[in-house]
């Protein structure tokens, strides 16, 4: 693709954007950015990139910029404004950002999505290549935007990628070599509209496979198998229910890679991450592995050493028999779920923050079931309680440190305080990370106020 002296309208200016700006320049292309936020909420980094030449529309969105555009780029999350649909039907065009990458990254492309459990497999797939010898990096929404590895590419990297709907929504040539599609269920409704739309764009990562490719697909889930018919790629499954005939299973308490030949990996009672939904993750990520040629015993290693990610069930402490878990990262009905699944024991659980579209009458089953209360935070509160209304009791709280002491206050020894709010953190928060932190920190705060009291 040629972009010297290109006019390249970049739309969003978070860490793609800032991204984007320094591979754009590089390439001798006349860049604008656009962004919503003001110039001074955009920071010092802006600032910067405008002193070397990137102009910056701030505060809004001008029509005639998109218009004026030859190339269009969106950072992910980037709705589909009217500007854009009028630069598209100009013959403006609008790819993104992985899109521009994989026109210039050299090397093999592993791509994984689904609605929950990205980042836990992708960061599990990097570590067993890593662990491995290979020069392997961790890219897309967990790691560093893919278009930061382009210039520096080489023939033999693999990039483990973190793929969202979002990203996957403007792609047109795109493609990689292996594709993990973990699960699909309600999310980003508030984007897409629909779930046709949110389902037919995380689509797009395999049926823009060839036969020269691999796709792992999750058997016990019917619409991802669905695309087994749909595509052209190589399939190989995981599976927690039956055996597959190319891919991982689970037979007499062992997970169990079948390609031409059976070996057994490791046992699931080694694998450190809590819950069913990581024994899928572990699964996909081991047939990941293999297919790239790790040995079982290898990939057992790495497994047994991986601790997880920060926000995803993450324990925070226990205090007098109360156990805190973090699960900022849980921001679908679904995900809330599979962290309810993941404990035997009662749940002082926190729901709310910004709707995404959910549905979350789902939850009322496994909330009659697990929780002794829920607690309530945010726009959705409101939402939220309607469709659990007499299901358990609940209490609303305004701030995280009312939270958590209203948590540890209904809570008996034994329990588990569980953030896992089943909404984005947008209402409050910049990002899932920064509500995660200050779960934590009042946590921490509470403890340390009744170790104050008590000396």
Request: contains cysteine; proline residues 3%; glycine residues 8%.
């Amino acid at each position: 693709m040629h972009l010297d002296n290109r006019k390249v309208l970049v739309v969003g200016f978070g860490k793609t954007g800032d991204a984007l700006c320094r591979f754009l320049l590089k390439k001798g292309a006349r860049v604008t950015v656009t962004d919503k936020k003001s110039k001074e909420a955009m920071g010092k980094k802006a600032l910067a990139w405008e002193n070397k030449g990137v102009r910056f529309e701030a505060g809004g969105h001008n029509p005639e910029t998109f218009l004026q555009a030859e190339l269009i780029v969106l950072s992910p999350g980037v709705p589909l404004l009217p500007e854009i649909e009028a630069a598209r039907a100009k013959g403006i065009s609008v790819i993104s950002e992985i899109e521009l990458a994989h026109k210039f990254l050299r090397g093999l492309i592993i791509g994984i999505t689904g609605s929950n459990g990205k980042s836990t497999t992708t960061t599990l797939v990097h570590r067993i290549l890593e662990d491995a010898g290979r020069r392997a990096f961790l890219a897309g929404n967990i790691g560093k935007p893919l278009i930061l590895f382009a210039d520096g590419s080489r023939p033999g990297d693999i990039y483990v990628t973190e793929i969202s709907s979002f990203q996957l929504e403007h792609i047109r040539d795109f493609k990689v070599h292996i594709s993990l599609f973990l699960n699909v269920s309600s999310n980003h409704l508030d984007w897409h509209k629909s779930f046709d739309n949110y389902y037919a764009a995380k689509k797009k990562l395999l049926l823009s496979q060839t036969t020269d490719d691999i796709g792992i697909l999750n058997r016990d889930d019917r619409l991802v198998w669905a695309m087994k018919k749909e595509g052209k790629f190589k399939a190989y499954a995981f599976s927690r229910t039956k055996p597959v005939a190319r891919g991982a299973f689970l037979r007499d308490g062992w997970i169990v890679i079948r390609d031409r030949e059976e070996r057994r990996v490791m046992p699931v009672r080694e694998i450190p991450l809590p819950g069913l939904h990581n024994q899928e993750n572990v699964m996909a990520a081991v047939v990941a592995g293999h297919v790239c040629g790790v040995s079982p015993a290898g990939m057992r290693r790495t497994v047994r050493a991986f601790k997880g990610l920060e926000h995803r069930l993450e324990d925070v402490l226990t205090w007098k028999g109360v156990r805190f878990v973090n699960d900022s990262k849980a921001t679908t009905v679904d995900a809330t779920l599979k962290a309810l699944d993941s404990f035997d024991r009662k749940v002082v659980l926190i729901l709310g923050g910004r709707d995404k579209g959910g549905d979350f009458i789902g939850l009322r089953p496994a909330v009659k079931e697990k929780a002794r209360k829920v607690l309530l935070i945010g726009e959705a509160r409101d939402k939220i309680a309607a469709a659990l209304q007499g299901s358990v009791p609940m209490e609303t709280a305004s701030t995280f440190r009312e939270l958590v002491r209203k948590g540890f206050a209904a809570a008996h020894p034994g329990d588990v305080v569980l953030l896992a709010p089943a909404c984005t953190s947008w209402d409050m928060f910049k990002s899932f990370e920064e509500r995660g932190r200050t779960f934590r920190r009042e946590v921490r705060n509470l403890t340390r106020t009744a170790k104050e009291r008590k000396s």
